[in-house]
């Protein structure tokens, strides 16, 4: 049962590069959410997509882009990396927007990114 | 809007201990759900409980025990008898009405020693 799967779990890129990250759920999760984690700063919201096709942003979206490619898929792209953005990434999912007794959120391992 | 407080960075405690990591919430909202996560050295976050606002009974699993009391808006986490597998960072967090991403506490982190 892989659950929320992230690649890549390690990356080292250069200031102004580009990439994306990938995240892919096999729960028939409706919603998917991209988090940040920082030194003494706990999990902060980056972006999220409710459902597919809708993509809302979170408390830090800025210098990223999502898309929510299907309903197994939400990637993160950074367009121009900046060393602001060395951080662990960790992507999650839930079965819905609507957290209740028998829903919750399940993250992936995580990525460490480095911008140098 | 909504907020979670962890007020403690770091504890250290011997092992055998018990220890009580304090979850302090704000929120406008009647209706919401609160969260402990486990990150543990190898960095994945472990979903340890949920408990909605209208549930204020206490919970208890093996060594662990939540302690939730909207009065002092508060959810705290006991673990009895710690084990140096509990070493790890846990997160509090919190989500309005049950439909808003979780707002996450700045983490503290757990030091169990032999």
């Known amino acids: 049962n892989a659950g929320v799967t992230q690649t890549p779990k390690f990356q080292v890129l250069k200031t102004g590069q580009s990439m994306t990250l990938q995240c892919a759920q096999d729960m028939n999760h409706n919603s998917m959410y991209w988090y940040r984690q920082d030194p003494g700063m706990g999990l902060r919201l980056i972006y999220y997509?409710?459902?597919?096709?809708?993509?809302d942003k979170g408390e830090v979206p800025n210098g990223y882009n999502v898309s929510r490619l299907n309903k197994r898929e939400f990637s993160l792209r950074l367009e121009s990396a900046a060393p602001s953005q060395t951080s662990v990434y960790f992507c999650?999912?839930?079965?819905?927007?609507?957290?209740?007794?028998?829903?919750?959120?399940?993250f992936g391992e995580g990525s460490w990114l480095t911008v140098v | 809007a909504q907020k979670v407080t962890q007020a403690q960075t770091e504890i250290s405690v011997v092992e055998k201990e018990d220890v009580t990591l304090d979850c302090v919430y704000e929120t406008r909202d009647t209706t919401y759900y609160l969260f402990w996560y486990k990150q543990p050295p190898s960095g994945e976050l472990v979903f340890l409980i949920r408990?909605?606002?209208?549930?204020?009974q206490n919970e208890i699993s093996g060594r662990y025990s939540w302690n939730f009391q909207k009065s002092t808006s508060s959810f705290n986490f006991t673990i009895t008898a710690s084990q140096v597998v509990d070493s790890a960072v846990y997160f509090c967090a919190l989500s309005e009405r049950g439909n808003t991403p979780l707002v996450f506490g700045k983490g503290t982190r757990l030091s169990v020693i032999a």
């Open positions: 997509s409710a459902s597919e096709g809708t993509t």
């Open positions: 408990r909605n606002s209208f549930d204020e």
């Open positions: 999650a999912s839930s079965e819905s927007r609507q957290i209740t007794v028998g829903n919750t959120i399940y």
